[in-house]
């Protein structure tokens, strides 16, 4: 079949248009779609959230996807190849699941671990951030935008577009511009970069006003401006400065009766809505010409799971993870020194795989940290378990032991309209079967409902161990929880405000029920989106844009006896491996972290553990950095971040040493939250954030405030034979090219020879830090400027490793010229695992400065 609109003129296409028309191109339909205009072939094109997979197009019933590392752990594997890999393998998730746009990867910069989105993030450091995210640009053949390119670094009223974050200009542009600066100038191919919130005003003219810098918006995107989520907060303003796509629909401000009000008093021309138009049509023309099997395709979404997924997913996953500590050669554990092993923690058989908000997707499969140490171990380990003690913000969702009344997985979904009174009546609307006890409607509604609206929820439950449970219930909406037709959860009467579903829910209200092993109970949640109670939602923002119920459970204990049970357990057995960290419900988009350590009793029950048996290693799932008060207490710590479908397999792989590690850490991991240099800058004062700690943010801070991290950046304090490797390394012969400069074409290379010194294949990674003469502006003494990994190395054998430099490398932001500079001067050259940690130093002269503007 053609498609005239392949190959129409985007000029004759926009006075083709009816002026309805073009406000219609303005904003989308629903929260995933643009709009199609059918009578011109004018296609609608699709978007999904994707930082670690791509989730598809509804949250109420998701497409199962694979589920890849959070960014975090991507970053630490200091992989460019690695990374492009990434972009092909999401490309073809985004295929086939009939989507050409990928909200991902997000580019901010990790000014404060307590960031709820801190996990999406690559990186403290600029340089390592932007290259890490341009390395996924094997993507842009399916599309791709960068979102959260600058300054998201917290997310208490991220909603309610009051923050301003205040950076002077030098900041602004050095450090969370110099990502997008990366990122541009590696992967040019990069199309968008999406959410540049305004603040107050509600208007983006360009990244100037957002950041005090002269870089125009076009220096990131091939789109006057990107399509801001929730980011829109006005009508004739943002659509003058330059915001194409109002997004998600439909739309709140441009609704064709206010925008063609607009029109007729002049405070928007014809011209400027035919430039926003021609901009979309431009924008969907492109991906029609680059996609048109999808584009034009049959919409439908689908899943794979291929053992070549599978295999891709688990290496990557291990690649991400870094061994910390590494005492007395705890790891990897083998069969000759070790016969029973104890598993500990509340994560061990939890499915924790990524963080919430953007990153949150159904995955096609889990192996759990339980199943994979179990199913991987050598032959003849014994393995024993122990809780030790809860984890959760939430009770945990019930999937595993959740049927329909007709007996298939999952629990019946059925709508119904309400009647004047607003009582449900006749028959349902429609039904569904769903496989989540988290029940998101903020993106899907069937036809033919009306204005008010009932769904209940029915299943049965059958626990596998007797014991009494507390149920919980949380809700954007009103809902009522009975077991056996007893009401339990009255979630509806009465309400408080809590967190939960970006700030529109409430708390979770709890009840307590009796359960035998196996034994069915009927259970049914009757939700509603009439308005909650009075009052209730007096402290919210947008309460109309979250529809939702979350029902889950957990076994009551009582957390003393559990402590000493997993102390007894560690004490009687060779090792013991404690799973724990943090999970969606404490890292996620719509909330920040309030304190640095792990929720519960988990400090408490590593540390009694460790002290129980020296030979613990700790496997931390956590997307950021956690407090760790207990590090002298265990031989072993393992940074597992969120490691995907595959997170069993890959901990298994690093575990009993399949996988030789090799990832170092992309941030800063502090003794205590009072050391972050952005720690008395993070909290909103008035609706704004001071940038206060200046240049210095992450391992630059601790530099120059004389401050001694728990675990720096790149690499542990630990000498390398005691952690990171299997092996060993050495540095040597470190050589410079000659350096050449022709006009802003600034080339230098660095070389060095890497040995393996150990007794095991092994990769390292060489990572190079410039320091710029003194030319009268404070600076951090090292920044990292290029990096490069050696892999599998063996045994006594080198490699010559080159990292190029660019005029990046030694670039500054000049506020007063407002351009990009460098001065003559001498430069110097440092080599090594870390900024901590330099092994190899040299120099160059520049004898001719040479600056530029945008990017």
């Known amino acids: 079949m053609s498609h005239p609109f392949l190959d129409a003129s985007v000029s004759d296409l926009v006075q083709q248009l009816t002026a309805e028309e073009k406000i219609k191109l303005l904003s989308g339909p629903n929260w995933w779609n643009t709009n199609a205009i059918h009578r011109l072939d004018i296609p609608a094109v699709r978007m999904s959230d994707g930082p670690n997979g791509v989730r598809g197009s509804s949250h109420f019933v998701p497409t199962p996807a694979q589920c890849l590392p959070c960014a975090t752990s991507m970053a630490s594997t200091f992989d460019t190849d690695y990374l492009f890999k990434v972009g092909s393998f999401l490309g073809e998730e985004a295929k086939i699941k009939s989507s050409v746009i990928l909200l991902a990867p997000t580019c901010n910069i990790q000014r404060n671990p307590l960031g709820g989105r801190a996990f999406e993030s690559f990186s403290e450091d600029p340089h390592l951030s932007g290259t890490m995210a341009a390395a996924r640009k094997a993507l842009q053949p399916r599309s791709n935008t960068s979102l959260e390119m600058t300054k998201n670094t917290r997310e208490l009223q991220q909603s309610l577009s009051c923050l301003i974050g205040l950076c002077a200009r030098y900041i602004s542009t050095r450090i969370f511009i110099g990502t997008g600066e990366s990122t541009a100038s590696t992967a040019p191919r990069i199309k968008r970069c999406s959410r540049t919130y305004s603040g107050r005003s509600g208007v983006l003219t360009e990244l100037s006003s957002a950041t005090g810098t002269s870089i125009p918006i076009s220096s990131f995107t091939a789109l006057t401006d990107p399509p801001h989520r929730f980011g829109t907060y006005s009508s004739d303003l943002a659509i003058n400065a330059g915001l194409d796509l109002e997004m998600p629909g439909p739309p709140r401000w441009r609704t064709p009766l206010l925008i063609g009000h607009l029109l007729s008093c002049q405070k928007v021309f014809g011209s400027t809505l035919d430039e926003r138009a021609t901009h979309i049509l431009n924008f969907v023309q492109h991906q029609a010409r680059r996609n048109p099997d999808v584009v034009f395709g049959d919409g439908e979404e689908r899943s794979r799971d291929s053992p070549e997924a599978r295999a891709f997913c688990r290496k990557l996953a291990a690649e991400g993870m870094v061994v910390l500590k590494n005492d007395q050669s705890v790891l990897p554990v083998k069969r000759e020194n070790v016969k029973s092993v104890a598993l500990i923690g509340p994560r061990v058989k939890e499915r924790v795989i990524s963080g919430g908000g953007s990153a949150a997707l159904r995955p096609t499969y889990v192996v759990t940290p339980f199943e994979g140490l179990v199913n991987n171990a050598p032959e003849g380990i014994e393995f024993s378990h122990e809780l030790g003690c809860h984890a959760h913000k939430y009770t945990p969702t019930l999937e595993a032991y959740l049927k329909t009344p007709s007996g298939e997985p999952g629990w019946s979904c059925a709508f119904y309209n309400h009647d004047k009174n607003g009582n449900p009546m006749g028959d349902a609307v429609k039904e569904y079967v769903l496989q989540d006890t988290r029940v998101k409607l903020n993106d899907f509604l069937p036809e033919g409902l009306g204005e008010t609206w009932t769904i209940k929820l029915r299943g049965t439950l059958a626990m596998d161990k007797t014991a009494e449970y507390d149920f919980g219930l949380t809700v954007a909406g009103r809902a009522k929880f009975y077991v056996n037709g007893t009401l339990t959860i009255d979630n509806w009467t009465k309400q408080r405000p ?33 308005k909650p109670p009075a009052g209730a939602d007096s402290d919210r923002s947008q309460p109309a844009l979250m529809r939702g119920v979350r029902l889950g459970a957990v076994e009551k204990i009582d957390e003393k006896e559990a402590l000493v049970a997993a102390e007894k357990l560690a004490a009687s057995s060779d090792i013991a491996i404690v799973v724990a960290g943090l999970s969606p419900d404490w890292e996620s988009e719509g909330f920040d972290r309030p304190t640095l350590d792990m929720p519960g009793k988990q400090n408490e029950l590593i540390a009694r553990v460790g002290k129980a048996n020296s030979n613990t290693i700790v496997v931390l799932q956590a997307g950021s950095a956690v407090a760790m008060p207990w590090v002298n207490e265990v031989n072993g710590i393992i940074q597992a971040w969120y490691s995907g479908n595959e997170v069993g397999n890959a901990i298994s792989d690093i575990v009993y040493g399949k996988v ?75 050589t410079l090219s000659s350096l050449t400069l022709k006009g802003l074409d600034f080339k230098l290379d660095v070389s060095v020879t890497v040995t393996n010194t150990g007794s095991v294949v092994g990769s390292e990674v060489v990572q190079v830090y410039i320091s710029l003469p003194d030319f009268g502006l404070i600076t951090p003494r090292l920044q990292l400027r290029g990096f490069a990994k050696a892999r599998d190395i063996a045994p006594g054998q080198s490699k010559m490793i080159t990292v190029k430099l660019d005029k990046y490398a030694v670039s500054w932001w000049d506020s007063l010229g407002q351009q990009w500079k460098a001065v003559r001067g001498t430069y110097g050259v440092h080599v090594g695992r870390s900024s901590v940690d330099i092994i190899l130093q040299s120099e160059f002269a520049l004898q001719e400065e040479f600056a530029w503007v945008g990017l």
């Open 498 to 530: 809590g967190d939960f579903f970006y700030g529109q829910g409430t708390v979770e209200e709890l009840g307590t029920v009796s359960l035998t092993a196996g034994q069915p109970v009927d259970i049914l949640v009757e939700y509603t989106n009439t």
């Open 660 to 734: 030789n590690p090799s990832g170092r850490l992309p941030l800063t991991l502090p003794a205590r939250v009072q050391d972050i240099p952005a720690y008395p800058n993070f909290k909103s004062e008035n609706g704004k954030i001071h940038y206060r700690e200046d240049l210095f943010v992450g391992y630059k801070g601790y530099e120059v405030k004389g401050i001694k991290p728990l675990f720096p950046f790149g690499i542990s304090l630990r000498p390398v034979s005691y952690g990171l490797s299997y092996t060993t390394f050495s540095f040597s012969d470190l």
